[in-house]
């Protein structure tokens, strides 16, 4: 029979408000994190990476967290917006250049 | 400037058939990478190869799945004898570079299995 997956973790939150969406990593020997954008039916979309020396950067309405001691990273969106459901995936990039994917967040954003 | 382009967009095979899964990168991308993502789930990695060559072929089951990346024209995904479980959305991306961060992907194949 057809197999079921695991039910994203689902985020609701309205418009204007801030969004902070987590991930827990693994490999301590990652180079890079990155999060990614999925829309419903279409491929991953980049939205930001840090370098794991860092533990903090911006981009436009985008900041990326990083605490290496507990392996967690965070994703904050500022005035999240209709545009911004999605479901959100870390990924950890290692020196073969290959992408590991966390399991995803789903960003559902109501008026 | 076109994007990654993977065709077909969806595809239907029955069991023990053959599927091939085209990727074309994005124009000076050298690098293709193709991910498998099962629904509701995040994506996993398969192979990464460069033009003529398998870099990475780390998440490629160890049979009935192959990938090559020609000199000319795209690069394929081919999987033999298809059974149900292979039913997913296969994502091809592609970077300019070794070591470069940003791997842009294609839309996607959604292979059904019946």
């Known amino acids: 029979g057809e197999s079921v997956g695991l039910h994203l973790p689902t985020l609701s939150v309205q418009e204007g408000d801030n969004s902070i969406i987590n991930c827990a990593y693994s490999?301590?020997?990652?180079?890079?994190f990155i999060w990614y954008k999925q829309e419903s039916g279409k491929g991953p979309q980049f939205i930001i990476d840090?370098?794991?020396?860092?533990d903090k950067r911006q981009g436009q309405r985008v900041t990326v967290l990083l605490n290496k001691t507990v392996k967690h990273l965070s994703l904050q969106i500022a005035a999240t917006q209709p545009g911004d459901s999605a479901v959100y995936f870390c990924?950890?990039?290692?020196?073969?250049?290959?992408?590991?994917f966390g399991t995803g967040t789903r960003l559902q954003v109501f008026p | 400037n076109a994007g990654v382009m993977q065709n077909p967009r969806h595809l239907v095979r029955r069991r023990g058939q053959e599927a091939r899964l085209r990727c074309s990168p994005m124009?000076?991308?050298?690098?293709v990478y193709w991910y498998r993502q099962l629904p509701e789930e995040g994506l996993k990695f398969m192979v990464y190869?460069?033009?003529?060559?398998?870099?990475?072929e780390s998440g490629m089951p160890k049979e009935r799945f192959s990938a090559e990346f020609p000199k000319e024209g795209p690069s394929i995904l081919r999987i033999q004898q298809v059974v149900r479980g292979d039913s997913a959305a296969y994502f091809c991306?592609?970077?300019?570079?070794?070591?470069?961060?940003?791997?842009?992907f294609g839309p996607g194949t959604r292979l059904t299995v019946l």
């Open positions: 490999n301590s020997a990652s180079d890079y």
């Open positions: 991306a592609s970077s300019p570079k070794r070591g470069y961060n940003e791997q842009f």
């Open positions: 840090i370098r794991s020396n860092m």
């Open positions: 190869l460069q033009k003529e060559n398998i870099i990475d």
């Open positions: 124009k000076g991308h050298s690098h």
């Open positions: 990924a950890e990039k290692e020196n073969t250049d290959k992408l590991i």
